[in-house]
Structure formats: C-alpha cells, structure tokens
C-alpha cells in the first residue's frame, strides 16, 4: 500500500516509477526504483530533488 501511494506520487510528479520485490529474512520488502537515467550525474541530480524538494528518501544505485 506504501510502495503503490508512492508510485503514484511519483507518477503525478511525471516520473517513471516501478515496484521491485525482495525477501529480506523470510519478509517481502517492496523497493521504488525510478529510471534509468542518462548518467550516474542525473541520477544524483534526481535523487537530491526528490530529497530537498519533496521529502522523500532516494539514494542512487545500479541494476547489476
């Protein structure tokens, strides 16, 4: 429920938003992932707009 309100905000905001699910322990945890962007650059640039602008917590990662 968390993981789909935010994707919404996200997608009002006119980002790409998608859920990704994990087993942590023998729990699901769901993980928000937006892009990919362009450039390791852009994904910064995005992650600290979400942080100072919407009070939301992003860090930058890859999908290797």
């Known amino acids: 429920a968390n ?6 905000r996200l997608q009002s ?4 938003a998608s859920l990704k699910e994990s087993d942590i322990l023998n729990e699901t945890i769901y993980k928000v992932w937006l892009g ?8 910064t640039e995005l992650a600290d707009k979400l942080i100072a602008d919407h ?3 992003a860090f930058v990662t890859t999908d290797d």
């Not at 993981?3 to 919404?8: F, G, K, R, V, Y």
């Not at 905001?13 to 790409?16: A, I, K, V």
């Open 13 to 16: 905001l006119g980002l790409g």
């Open 3 to 8: 993981a789909d309100a935010l994707i919404s």
């Open 55 to 57: 009070d939301l917590d």
């Open 36 to 43: 990919p962007e362009a450039s390791y650059e852009a994904a």
